[in-house]
Structure formats: C-alpha cells, structure tokens
C-alpha cells in the first residue's frame, strides 16, 4: 500500500511539473524547430522521457534545466522521416487555439528572426535560441547540450555570424547581443 501511495504522489508531482512548465518547453521547442506541429512532437516526447525518469528527476537540483536538457538533446538527435515532400503553408493557416500573442518588440523583425533562425544548422540555432532567446549563461548552455563552456562561445560567435548572413545588413543592425 505504501508504494502505491508514493507512486501517486509521484504522478501528481509530475503532473502539476508538467502543467507548470509544458508551455515554456513547448514556446522553446517551437523556437528550436520552427514547426508548430513538430514542437509539440518534442514537447511530448520530453514529458514522456521526464514521465519515465520521474524519480530522478525530482531529486535533480533544477527540474527545469533537467527538462530543457531533455528536450534540446531530443530536438537535436531527432530525425524526422520524409515520406512526402510536401510541406504545409504555415503562412495561411489560422493560429492554434490558445496560442500566446507575440512578445512585444517590431512583429516584422520578429518574422524575420524566426525565418532567419530556421536556415541555420540544428547545433547553431540551439545554442543560439538557449544563449540569447532563453538567456541562459554560457555554463548552462553547454551543460545542457554536452559541450564546454569554450565551445558555447566560439560556436555562439560563428552562429550569430552565420544568421547575421542570412539577415542581411539592415535587419543585422537592428539586432543587439548583450
């Protein structure tokens, strides 16, 4: 009976986690792959992998990097088969029910960004999206993506480079790192 107990009590745990952070794991999952449907493949996957390492989860010092670690190590070994090529006109479709109004900030350089963000490698855009958008240190983003705190940076500079590129000038200009 005792197991049984602690086992719920694991499961409301996980589920009030769950609840709290779903949103902010998809919002980075989103950001990370550029494809509403596709993020919300890797946030779930991400639950399921939290689900199942629970007790180990809870007993980490931060269940949130713990979770973000978990789904930027699925986005980055995910590898989607193409049994079709077509692709669907996100352009035309209707928002999702519940989604968020966009951050505040110019709508169009934000268009920008993400269009930008989505031509780069996988490696880069991750470091990139945990770096800057999510605002993690240099420490918790090569932790979270099995790197060291050296490569974080040097590949953040190639990066920022790189989408700068496919920026262009004028949109580049209006971009500041911090």
């Known amino acids: 009976m005792i197991g049984k107990t602690r086992r719920a009590g694991e499961n409301a745990e996980f589920e009030a986690f769950a609840h709290a952070r779903g949103q902010h794991l998809f919002r980075t999952a989103l950001l990370l792959c550029g494809d509403w449907h596709l993020a919300e493949d890797l946030t779930q996957t991400t639950l399921a992998k939290l689900y199942a390492?629970?007790?180990?989860?809870?007993?980490?010092?931060?269940?949130?990097?713990?979770?973000?670690?978990?789904?930027?190590?699925?986005?980055?070994?995910?590898?989607?088969?193409?049994?079709?090529?077509?692709?669907?006109?996100?352009g035309d479709l209707p928002?999702?029910?519940?989604?968020?109004?966009?951050?505040?900030?110019?709508?169009?350089?934000?268009?920008?960004?993400?269009?930008?963000?989505?031509?780069?490698?996988?490696?880069?855009?991750?470091?990139?999206?945990?770096?800057?958008?999510?605002d993690r240190s240099v420490e918790e983003t090569a932790a979270e993506l099995g790197i060291s705190p050296g490569a974080v940076r040097s590949q953040a500079l190639r990066a920022l480079g790189r989408l700068r590129g496919v920026l262009g000038p004028q949109a580049a200009e209006q971009l500041t790192v911090s």
Request: no cysteine.
């Open 53 to 90: 390492a629970w007790p180990k989860v809870r007993r980490a010092d931060s269940q949130e990097a713990y979770a973000r670690g978990v789904l930027v190590r699925t986005y980055l070994s995910h590898r989607r088969l193409r049994r079709s090529g077509e692709r669907p006109a996100f």
């Open 95 to 134: 928002e999702p029910p519940g989604s968020t109004a966009p951050a505040a900030g110019d709508p169009a350089l934000r268009v920008t960004l993400l269009a930008a963000l989505a031509e780069l490698p996988r490696r880069d855009r991750a470091v990139l999206v945990l770096r800057y958008w999510e």
